[in-house]
């Protein structure tokens, strides 16, 4: 999806810029909904992250409405080789991944952000 196509579908004011000076591509923020969309080098969308007050679900479920450990748990039953970090997770077959800075800490806390992405996005 070009980045006018995911501009238009999304219908809300968006600021554009480069995260870090080795982007290929600008990605887009959304404020009004707390989304980052990320671009390959030809302008497609590759991933998007979400904070609140999103609510990106999967399988019903708002991945930022439960505690990292329950979050483990239940993408551990669908994906058994996630990789789990300090700070987050990452499923490669699912196409999600977490971050959650206190989960050492505060496991029952949920994950500030959760994105999700194309496959081979964090093999690059």
Do not use: W
């Not at 006018?4 to 290929?24: H, M």
């Not at 708002?62 to 994906?79: C, H, K, M, P, Y």
Request: glycine letters at 6%; a negative charge; proline letters at 9%.
């Amino acid at each position: 999806m070009s980045p006018i196509a995911v501009r238009q579908a999304l219908g809300v004011a968006f600021e554009s810029f480069k995260r870090t000076p080795q982007s290929d591509h600008p990605c887009d923020y959304f404020p009004e909904l707390q989304c980052f969309v990320y671009y390959d080098a030809s302008g497609s969308a590759e991933a998007a992250e979400f904070a609140e007050p999103a609510a990106p679900m999967l399988r019903g479920v708002n991945l930022l409405s439960i505690g990292f450990a329950d979050l483990v748990e239940r993408i551990t039953a669908q994906d058994p080789e996630v990789e789990i970090e300090d700070d987050g997770l990452t499923s490669e077959s699912l196409g999600v991944s977490c971050y959650a800075p206190s989960a050492e800490d505060e496991p029952e806390a949920p994950p500030e952000s959760v994105m999700v992405f194309v496959r081979g996005y964090f093999k690059k």
